[in-house]
């Protein structure tokens, strides 16, 4: 049973444009939430996390938002450049284990 | 220069053989982790170890086994008991035990022949 679900394998946005990335979660546990980005044959990078006591994060372009009553949380990226191109992944802190998203590609339009 | 550094970033296996990918950390982390990505999935956990020799098994323990004798090391060996051995695999690394982002080494692809 997938505890933290992407329900959205692609996602292709025009260059210049807001890409918003979802994620929903089943385990109300839950109290931390990243967001990883990952280009082919490299490693994930971490971009941004939230703690369960917000519901709002920003970083340069990237804000994460966390519904907790909808046990849900989405990545905006504002505004979305060709570097952005790459797989998201989503995942959540229980008992001091991450517990992954399976990813959601972004495509960046010219 | 710090970081995580998994090698090789390509291994050839035949099958019945065992292989070992290695990881080194120099950023003092106590936490190391192992994971599996297949094509289309999310990271999957292996084994995790919070401290030196101590290990746990994760999700998909099956046919890999592990040691850490150092904080600096973890190596993952893969025997000829998993079936499925051909994968993209992913170290990570993580400070202390609360919520803090892991940092990933630039993963080891394994090919069975």
């Known amino acids: 049973d997938q505890q933290v679900k992407q329900n959205s394998p692609s996602l292709s946005v025009q260059e210049g444009r807001i890409s918003i990335l979802n994620c929903d979660y089943t385990n109300s546990m839950f109290d931390y939430f990243l967001w990883y980005k990952k280009y082919p044959a490299e490693g994930p990078t971490f971009l941004i996390s939230i703690s369960s006591i917000k519901d709002k994060n920003e970083d340069g372009r990237f804000t994460v938002f966390l519904n907790k009553s909808a046990k849900h949380l989405s990545l905006h990226i504002v505004p979305s450049q060709p570097g952005d191109s790459a797989v998201y992944f989503c995942?959540?802190?229980?008992?001091?284990?991450?517990?992954w998203g399976a990813g959601t590609k972004l495509i960046i339009k010219p | 220069d710090g970081g995580i550094t998994q090698s090789p970033k390509y291994l050839f296996r035949k099958e019945g053989q065992n292989v070992t990918l290695s990881c080194e950390q120099n950023l003092n982390h106590d936490a190391m982790y192992w994971y599996r990505q297949d094509p289309g999935q999310g990271l999957r956990l292996i084994y995790y170890s919070q401290i030196v020799n101590d290990f746990q098994k994760g999700d998909i323990a099956e046919g890999y086994s592990v040691s850490r004798e150092k904080k600096e090391s973890f190596p993952l060996t893969v025997t000829s008991a998993q079936k499925n051995p051909t994968a993209f695999y992913l170290c990570a690394t993580r400070q202390g035990a609360t919520n803090t982002e892991a940092f990933f080494g630039q993963g080891t692809r394994l090919t069975v022949v």
């Open positions: 995942a959540a802190y229980s008992n001091y284990q991450l517990i």
